[in-house]
């Protein structure tokens, strides 16, 4: 079964940091671009970051310089560090796995965790 499991969050002040870990089974995980996503209560879903299977990383601009994203093929986890944290940062952080493969057909792989609570405050 594939398996996607965020752990890490808690509460911690503004100015702070926090480490979330992602650990991955059940697919070959190397071949997956792997994101962190984020929804506060009454919000959208959003994008934070993200790492391709070829490790090229992209961020989402509220946290570009505080965030950092990064994996670990060996041991079938992705990170986010996060530092600098603010109570606009407090939300449900998800991890999640993406591969689409084209053969014949196009087919699309998502697999999502439960979540992790992080809350920024004083």
């Known amino acids: 079964q594939m398996h996607v499991v965020e752990s890490g969050g808690g509460l911690v002040q503004p100015g702070g940091s926090l480490r979330l870990s992602c650990a991955a089974s059940?697919?070959?995980?190397?071949?997956?671009?792997m994101s962190w996503y984020r929804q506060a209560p009454e919000k959208e879903r959003e994008l934070v970051a993200a790492i391709t299977s070829a490790s090229s990383t992209n961020y989402a601009d509220s946290v570009k310089g505080r965030f950092t994203i990064s994996r670990d093929n060996d041991k079938y986890t992705v990170a986010l560090q996060m530092n600098s944290l603010k109570p606009e940062d407090t939300a449900m952080y998800y991890c999640?796995?993406?591969?689409?493969?084209?053969?014949?057909?196009?087919?699309?792989?998502?697999?999502w965790g439960q979540g992790t609570q992080v809350t920024v405050s004083a």
């Open positions: 999640h796995a993406h591969r689409t493969v084209v053969d014949v057909n196009v087919y699309e792989y998502d697999y």
């Open positions: 059940g697919f070959t995980f190397s071949s997956y671009d």
